[in-house]
């Protein structure tokens, strides 16, 4: 069964220490991946997706198919960067239909 | 660019009446929109995918008859909540998506049924 899991909650960091939101999927097909973010009282937004390789707001992710994970990633994390975030797994079935992950809220401390 | 909306932002009704929710894609044409429905403190789950023209596909465990769709343009999905109930209070999101798969979301509408 296609599924995305993200198993963290809630992931608490200090200003300027690094952060890893994990993601995790299952998929027997080619997947495409993405991160999207959402922050306080703002409609969701795509913050990247794995096939473009870039770096968003200073987060990256890279897509492992060998531990089929897709971890974001931030080496010094801003309080601005509080907001809730959702790994989501495209391909599954036909229209580019998204499964969301359960999300992981990150609050970056002063 | 790629601005989605919904209106309304957010609806109180009665038990027992309908409701419309309208989703637009402001400043592209969508070939697809889809509609999600989040609780509190929980995921996107998504309902239908809607195409233009067609009849929309929905999930497993989503009545069709209780939540209308209608995608009268490229530009344009409703979703009709039909003789709502306390139950079916939610966030309800729809996204529309450009050719290329990237999904682009409306601001949500609130809806809740006394």
């Known amino acids: 069964a296609q599924r995305v899991t993200q198993p963290e909650k809630l992931l608490s960091v200090f200003k300027g220490a690094p952060v890893e939101l994990k993601c995790n999927y299952s998929y027997s097909g080619s997947p495409e991946l993405f991160w999207y973010v959402q922050y306080s009282r703002q409609r969701l937004q795509l913050l990247l997706r794995?096939?473009s390789r870039e770096s968003i707001k200073g987060f990256t992710a890279d897509l492992n198919k060998g531990e089929t994970s897709f971890h974001l990633k931030k080496p010094f994390a801003q309080e601005e960067d509080s907001a809730m975030y959702y790994c989501?797994?495209?391909?599954?079935?036909?229209?580019?239909?998204?499964?969301f992950g359960a999300g992981t809220r990150l609050a970056v401390h002063p | 660019g790629a601005v989605v909306s919904q209106h309304p932002s957010w609806v109180i009704c009665k038990s027992g009446t309908s409701v419309k929710i309208e989703c637009r894609s402001l400043?592209?044409?969508?070939?697809?929109m889809f509609w999600y429905r989040q609780f509190p403190k929980q995921s996107l789950m998504l309902m239908a995918t809607s195409n233009e023209g067609s009849k929309a596909t929905y999930e497993q465990g989503v009545e069709k008859d209780k939540f209308l769709i209608n995608h009268a343009s490229l530009t344009l999905s409703t979703l009709t909540v039909t003789s709502a109930h306390p139950e079916d209070s939610s966030f309800y999101i729809c996204?529309?998506?450009?050719?290329?798969?990237?999904?682009?979301f409306g601001p949500g509408t609130r809806l809740l049924v006394l």
């Open positions: 996204s529309a998506t450009l050719n290329e798969g990237t999904q682009y």
């Open positions: 794995h096939i």
């Open positions: 400043d592209f044409q969508a070939t697809t």
């Open positions: 989501a797994l495209s391909g599954v079935g036909g229209y580019n239909k998204l499964i």
